[in-house]
């Protein structure tokens, strides 16, 4: 039982180019999401899916996309790396809306 | 003014003493409470849920005081290991809102 995992763990882009983090769960949970955590500030929601098929909005959505074919998948993509991008990004799942959640280790992106 | 607030700390604490922290939140209409550990470059993980009786866990007890929007999270006989930063989670029906986090750290 892998729990959430993500890939890559660490990935540097050049401003303007594009890329998808990966994040799968193996626990069978309906709610998955993704944050992003920056110094000083607490993660924030950039999109969230209740189910395969359902995705919407949080807090932080611009230039992000998210897509969910399975209840397993949930990727999110940078349409076009910012260096406003350049955090760390945890993807999260949970039984419920809203649950206590399990996170992923992190991606850490840098975007120049 | 921010929806969910908490003291950034650091508490530094010897091994073995009594330490609480508290978070408020600007939402009346709140609805579930969470406290997460953050280790150092590590993911959050779930510490404890937040009922409205209270709840505790071995050395960690958490309250909620809807009067006063606020919650807490107390630790008693602190370890080295409870050294982290604790993340208060806030959430009604459609949002969920993390503090910053309180920097932990306990010396021996």
């Known amino acids: 039982n892998a729990g959430v995992t993500q890939t890559p763990k660490f990935q540097v882009l050049k401003t303007g180019q594009s890329m998808t983090l990966q994040c799968a769960q193996d626990m069978n949970h309906e709610y998955m999401s993704w944050y992003r955590q920056d110094p000083g500030m607490g993660l924030r929601l950039i999109h969230y899916?209740?189910?395969?098929?359902?995705?919407d909005q949080g807090e932080v959505p611009n230039g992000y996309n998210v897509s969910r074919s399975t209840t397993e998948d949930f990727p999110l993509r940078l349409l076009s790396a910012a260096p406003s991008q350049t955090s760390v990004y945890f993807c999260?799942?949970?039984?419920?809306?809203?649950?206590?959640?399990?996170f992923g280790p992190g991606t850490r992106l840098t975007v120049l | 003014r921010k929806e969910v607030e908490q003291d950034p700390g650091p508490f530094n604490v010897p091994e073995g003493a009594t330490v609480a922290f508290n978070c408020t939140y600007s939402n009346s209409a709140s609805q579930s409470f969470f406290w997460y550990r953050q280790d150092c470059r590590k993911e959050p993980k779930l510490l404890m849920s937040?009922?409205?009786s209270g709840n505790e866990d071995g050395r960690f007890t958490a309250q909620l005081n809807r009067a006063s929007q606020y919650i807490s999270l107390l630790i008693r006989d602190s370890k080295l290991s409870d050294s982290a930063t604790y993340l208060c989670v806030v959430s009604s029906a459609s949002k969920i809102i993390f503090g910053s986090g309180t920097r932990l750290s306990i010396r021996p």
């Open positions: 999260a799942s949970s039984s419920t809306f809203p649950g206590g959640q399990f």
């Open positions: 937040v009922y409205s």
């Open positions: 899916s209740v189910g395969a098929g359902i995705t």
